[in-house]
């Protein structure tokens, strides 16, 4: 009981330099509780069941990624405090307490500052999950039913899986502390504070780092994109090694260097700020190679998003090119077709095209014919006509897909083989390219050939003006349908009203928030790493006040420790989520250049807050 | 002795506490130091000598009274004036070195005059010539904390003599140092002092490090007892300073 008042006491006096770590905390649990809310929210259930089936296992993967965020988190977080801590705590043993008892002082004293924010993260969450569902809603453009309630399942997770992860890391530092000698825990915030000075080290890890760092690089751009998904975990293994060779290398190197050159050191404040900075750099060197790690999965997530986006929007522009197509063997069905949908609906666009189905499972379509039908559809023209022995797929759009433009693959079509050479997503037949995927574009020439000992279907795509006339033109168009021998029509009709796909665009945001997320994160280790820092700064910004620095000079002095601090990371994970979104863009068929540069300046924006606001603290906590 | 006046002290009082429960630590002391002046200042623990060192160091400011620093009285002037006389005006020795464990010796040296802008070529001229006088040329590459209590505070005397101060105010400089480390460092004052290179007013309690001063000026109760001048034996200096301990009694620890 006196051990849990002590702490308590404790934990309340102290409550200042615990709060960046409280705050820190009630961020990840208020974004994982966000999350698990939805799921248990039914906010997305107006989309139905297959939607919210969809929605609901990208937001369960979300949580175990965001749970393996946490446990990562947790373990730095409570890192620099039982650092922190141990110092302070390690005087008691002058007071004759054991190293057991100081340990289960410090477990107390965690469990407050977890307690505290799991509280705090959960109530905020509760507070702000119809904000987050209506923000989730917004950015997806979808129509969500937000509701204002609390649901005891997600809160429970959330504790869970907070509470679980949280006593992992208290026990560890409990036994850290058990096992500690009395000097290291006295002496623990200055250990690793020096740096080995040995510039062959260095060099052997900076070069180590870049040759790593481009390896990644190179090993994820690089062939085909099944070549780059199958060394896309290499790359990325590649790239994170790199970026913690190259912080732990190269960076205290080149500062090392600097601080060699008496002509660069000796200039105003540098003398300060970058042996500050060389100083701290065994311990930092990992919180910023963390950030940049984080960076550029942030990045990547939020191209991810967007990419996945752009997907969406070409697989409803696929779907929707025809509203209503017939297959049929009458020759002179078109017309009819046309006067029935013209009695509901007014026609936007028509198009008619023929094909031979050469056998049950190919249908075979002229170049010449899918050129006008291109045309006439307002599509892309196909690039080159296929050569006699030559055929082009017809596929569609999909969500993720390996297969190449450029293949050779022999397809029998009838009796002849063919070379199947390109793969081409342009919807010239419709919704029905998708739904039968057996179409197949052979040259003028062979089509000829082959209708010799084919039968000849027709195919007419109608496309209405206006979709609210859709059922009534699809009710019209229906009493042709027929399947006799003689008379074998059938018919597709794509609901433009139709919101399979919606899961999709919830899938884009997501990323989006997971982009935010890890980017406000990777601020928050840094405020929180240089909030620490300031501590412990505290008595030599005293000492350079009393040897008559004032306090305008050491609050530059600061202001450009703490900048480098924020920008090493920064332009790190700038050049490497350059590769990393422009690989992605590669095997997603798109350009997200923008996406990149939109992110990039979103990070140095919350980079830039947080910059701000961690000069005013700092510059409070030392006193200038 | 020179006539050039560095510090002129009128009046000075010092007293802390609400109105009613005022504790007055300085009673009306006056002080005058020459250029080339090495004064010590001895005093019974609470006798007021950090108090003055404080105000002296223009990092606490008086009640009533005057204290002049190079023609100007710091009692009156702004802060920014304040830093700026801190920084080009005076030199501080403490008793705790206070180094920068960030840097090297030599970057520790040097910090002053990089943050005043003066050329690399300068700073380097200026901290070999310091440096050899101190015998730390050798440690200059090294951090503080591989160096001795003795190399440090020799490092620190450079530091505090890198601008050519007014005046060094040195607080207990040899108070954590071993016997000869304290005598080597005192060796080294005396030295830079007699060469004209700066005028020294070190606050000690240790009798024997007041015998390498010129004067040493003995507080008590806030007020200034008395002074003594060294002549020219140090050994009979430092027997005159223990009969005046002894005369005044107190805590000198």
């Known amino acids: ?624 | 002795m020179n006539d050039k006046k560095v510090v002129e002290i009128k009046n000075l009082v010092k007293s802390y506490g609400a109105k009613d429960f005022q504790t007055t630590v300085l009673k009306g002391i006056d002080l005058t130091i020459y250029k080339d002046d090495f004064i010590a200042i001895m005093g019974p623990s609470g006798s007021g000598k950090t108090t003055l060192l404080n105000i002296l160091s223009t990092i606490d400011k008086p009640t009533q009274g005057t204290v002049m620093l190079d023609g100007k009285d710091v009692t009156r002037i702004s802060n920014k004036e304040l830093a700026k006389l801190r920084k080009d005006k005076i030199g501080f020795v403490f008793q705790d070195y206070n180094l920068l464990d960030t840097m090297t010796l030599q970057d520790n040296i040097a910090l002053p005059l990089a943050l005043d802008g003066v050329p690399a070529r300068q700073i380097l001229e200026r901290i070999r010539e310091l440096s050899a006088a101190f015998g730390i040329e050798e440690q200059l590459r090294k951090y503080p904390y591989q160096l001795s209590g003795g190399q440090k505070q020799r490092g620190a005397v450079c530091r505090a003599l890198i601008t050519n101060p007014e005046i060094i105010f040195a607080d207990e400089p040899t108070g954590a140092l071993d016997s000869k480390a304290g005598k080597d460092l005192l060796h080294c004052l005396r030295r830079v002092n007699e060469s004209g290179q700066a005028t020294i007013l070190m606050v000690t309690h240790d009798p024997h490090s007041a015998s390498y001063a010129k004067d040493v000026y003995l507080l008590s109760d806030g007020m200034m007892k008395c002074r003594i001048g060294r002549g020219s034996d140090r050994k009979e200096f430092y027997n005159r300073i223990i009969d005046l301990q002894t005369s005044i009694g107190g805590d000198f620890s």
């Open chain 1, 1 to 624: 009981m006196r051990m849990l008042r002590f702490s308590f006491i404790n934990f309340r006096n102290g409550f200042k330099s615990y709060l960046s770590l409280v705050l820190s905390l009630s961020f990840s649990i208020l974004v994982l509780y966000n999350f698990q809310n939805i799921i248990y929210s039914e906010a997305f259930a107006v989309l139905g069941q297959r939607n919210k089936q969809y929605i609901d296992m990208l937001i369960q993967t979300v949580s175990v990624v965001l749970v393996c965020f946490l446990f990562f988190f947790v373990w730095y977080a409570t890192n620099v405090f039982l650092t922190r801590r141990k110092r302070e705590i390690g005087i008691y043993i002058f007071m004759g307490m054991s190293n057991r008892k100081i340990g289960s002082l410090y477990m107390i004293e965690i469990s407050f500052v977890g307690i505290t924010a799991l509280l705090a993260g959960v109530g905020f969450g509760v507070l702000f999950a119809g904000l987050f569902q209506l923000v989730m809603g917004a950015v997806s453009d979808t129509e969500i039913d937000v509701r204002f309630g609390v649901s005891y399942k997600p809160v429970v997770f959330t504790a869970v899986s907070f509470l679980t992860v949280y006593l992992i890391f208290a026990l560890k530092g409990y036994w850290n502390i058990v096992r500690s000698s009395v000097l290291s825990m006295i002496s623990a915030a200055r250990q690793n504070e020096y740096v080995h000075r040995k510039s062959q080290v260095f060099i052997v890890k900076a070069v180590l780092g870049i040759l790593v760092l481009a390896a990644g690089y190179v090993l994820a751009n690089k062939g085909t994109n099944q070549d780059m998904l199958a060394n896309a975990l290499l790359a990325v293994v590649l790239v994170i090694v790199g970026v913690y060779l190259l912080f732990g290398g190269l960076i205290p190197l080149v500062f090392q260097t600097l601080a060699g050159r008496k002509s660069f050191l000796y200039s105003g404040q540098r003398c300060l700020w970058v042996n500050q900075t060389i100083f701290r750099m065994r311990k930092n060197y990992r919180t910023y190679a963390m950030v940049c790690i984080i960076g550029i999965c942030s990045a990547t997530a939020l191209a991810t998003g967007f990419a996945m986006r752009e997907r969406y929007n070409n697989m409803i522009l696929f779907d929707n090119q025809y509203t209503f197509q017939l297959l049929t063997n009458q020759p002179n069905l078109g017309e009819q077709a046309e006067r029935l949908i013209r009695g509901e609906a007014d026609i936007a666009c028509q198009t008619s095209l023929e094909a031979l189905s050469v056998d049950r499972d190919h249908l075979v379509v002229a170049y010449s014919d899918v050129k006008r039908a291109a045309q006439e559809g307002g599509l892309s023209p196909i690039v080159r006509e296929p050569a006699d022995n030559e055929t082009f797929y017809l596929s569609h759009q999909m969500l993720l897909s390996l297969i190449m433009g450029n293949r050779q693959i022999p397809v029998t079509l009838g009796d002849e083989i063919f070379q199947e050479t390109e793969v081409i997503r342009q919807p010239y037949v419709g919704y029905m390219q998708k739904q039968m995927g057996c179409f197949y574009i052979v040259s003028d020439t062979a089509y000829e050939r082959l209708r010799q000992k084919s039968q000849t279907l027709y195919i007419h795509n109608y496309k209405i003006a206006d979709d609210t006339d859709f059922e009534r033109a699809r009710a019209a168009i229906d009493v042709l349908i027929s399947n006799t021998d003689e008379n074998y029509t059938a018919r597709v009709a794509v609901n433009p009203f139709d919101n399979d796909l919606e899961w999709i665009k919830v899938l884009h945001a997501l990323c989006v928030f997971m982009f935010l997320v890890f980017i406000v994160a990777g601020g928050c280790i840094m405020f929180m790493k240089l909030y620490n820092d300031a501590f412990e700064e505290k008595e030599r910004y005293l000492v350079l006040k009393k040897i008559g620095f004032s306090s305008r000079t050491l609050a530059a002095s600061v202001a450009k420790e703490l900048l480098g601090a924020y920008m090493l990371p920064f332009v790190v994970m700038t050049v490497s989520a350059y590769f990393s979104v422009n690989a992605l863009g590669r095997m997603m068929y798109t350009n997200l250049f923008s996406i990149y540069l939109v992110s990039m300046l979103v990070v140095l924006g919350v980079f830039a807050l947080c910059y701000i606001l961690s000069v005013a603290v700092y510059r409070k906590n030392v006193g200038v």
